[in-house]
């Protein structure tokens, strides 16, 4: 296992941001997505518009600290909400 804690998001104590588990299969685990900035301050207070951006850039700063060869595949919004 690797665990991951990018500069670019909220480093808490409480869990990792990122743990990369290898075996058969690859598997990675996001975890902690809210509307913080690498600060630990809340983005958009009072604004829900500002807030779902920053949560969607949390996974995507995650999954940017990964080295790999391997292209991860891409789902838009609508694809994960239907599963």
């Not at 588990?21 to 009072?46: C, F, P, R, W, Y």
């Amino acid at each position: 296992m690797h665990y991951i804690n990018p500069d670019s998001l909220n480093n808490n104590p409480a869990f990792t941001n990122v743990v990369v588990v290898e075996g058969n299969v690859k598997t990675v685990h996001i975890g902690g997505q809210d509307a913080l900035n690498a600060s630990g301050e809340m983005v958009g207070k009072g604004d829900i518009v500002a807030q779902v951006e920053q949560i969607l850039a949390n996974p995507r700063a995650a999954l940017g600290t990964l080295k790999t060869h391997e292209r991860l595949p891409r789902a838009s919004a609508a694809q994960i909400w239907q599963r």
